[in-house]
Each structure stands twice: as C-alpha cells, then as structure tokens.
C-alpha cells in the first residue's frame, strides 16, 4: 500500500462550484500536512500548511486534516479558471529517520471551465 | 527575490550515459533537495543536502548520487541511465538545517532517456 493515496482524478467543474480535494494515508507519524498546486510545465507551489488535526482557512481556500481518520482534504470556494492545475498533498512526520522527506500524492487534475 | 532555478529546462540522453543536473536554492536557503516526478506518480523523495552534506536519501539505487557546493547550489548525477529514469527531476530549497522546513521548488527538469 503507497502511504499516500490520492485519486488522480481528472476532475472537471463549472466556475463559481466548490472542490473538494482528498488524501488519504497510511503512517501515523505523518503530523504536517501541506498542499502544493503545480500548473503545468511549472514546480509545485505551496498553497496550505497544517499541523496535526484541525482546519486552516486561507482566502478562498479551507484544508481540514483528521488524523484519527488519516484523511486530509482542500475546498476550494468559488472556484476561478486559474485554478486549474494538479493539486498535491504532501505530508512529513519528525522521525529521524524521515527528516527532509516529504511524502506526496499523484496529485489531482483540476479544470475549472467558465 | 528570486526562486529556486535549475538546468537545463530539458536534458535528452540515450540509455547507459550519466546525466548531470543543477540547481541553484532561494538566497539564503542553506538545504536543497531532489525529487523525481515521472508520469502518473508523484514526487519521490532523492536526496536532501545541507551544509555540503548529504542528510537523507530515498529509495534509490548508488548510481543517483549528488552533491552541494559551498555556496549552496546542487547537482544530481544519474549514471548508467534506464529508460524508466525518464522523469521530472524538480529540486526545492528551505532556510535551516532541521529538514523541517518550508520546502520551495523549482521548475524541474525534463529528462528524456532513449
């Protein structure tokens, strides 16, 4: 089993709807958890960040993480063409072992047609 | 401020050569990290460097090997290239030394083995 699990999807919604993106993983360890938006051609951009459980809003943008479900997601609100990129969860945990390592999801596929 | 930058935007090899691969961290960022992004899979973790040393490594076989200069820039050696080592190589920096921190990438580059 990969320890992140994301659906890749492709995922295709009118402007204005609200997405809803998620992960799923594995390890327990994992304790931070971000989310990165690739546009295509480009390097991955950090867009959330959160420690532990809880939600964090930023703009237009809410990720929730639930750990006793090992579950991650991203909403996005109003959803603007600009959004459509790749989406990609990625987590880390404080072992040593595992210091400098991110672990990420295949990304998902977002178009947002007008 | 500028970001994270590597060359070249392409590289084209034929399988058995070595590929070499640069990149140059955000000033000020003293850790630089490598990954690999081939088609349908998200980044794998390659290498993470700080202060000239290598801290951590991911699942990859000897011949992808690295190293960091003194002032910070990077360079990922793949030896006795396969047609699977094909991929997006995206490298990312981060200020500090714990590997805990923020990582910012750059726009990778495109490796093409034949």
Redesign the interface.
Known sequence: QKE?E?D?GPLSVPEGAIVSLNCTYSNSAFQ?FMW?RQYS??????LM?TYSSGNKEDGRFTAQVDKSSKYISLFIRDSQPSDSATY?C?M?S?RG???????????TQLTVWP | EAGVTQSPTHLIKTRGQQATLRCSPISGHTSVYWYQQALGLGLQFLLWYDEGEERNRGNFPPRFSGRQFPNYSSELNVNALELEDSALYLCASSLGSGGQETQYFGPGTRLLVL
């Open positions: 992140v994301q890749p931070y990165y051609r480009k390097g991955p951009e950090l960040y990609l990625a880390r404080n072992s595992t210091l400098g390592r991110l672990y990420f999801g295949r990304g």
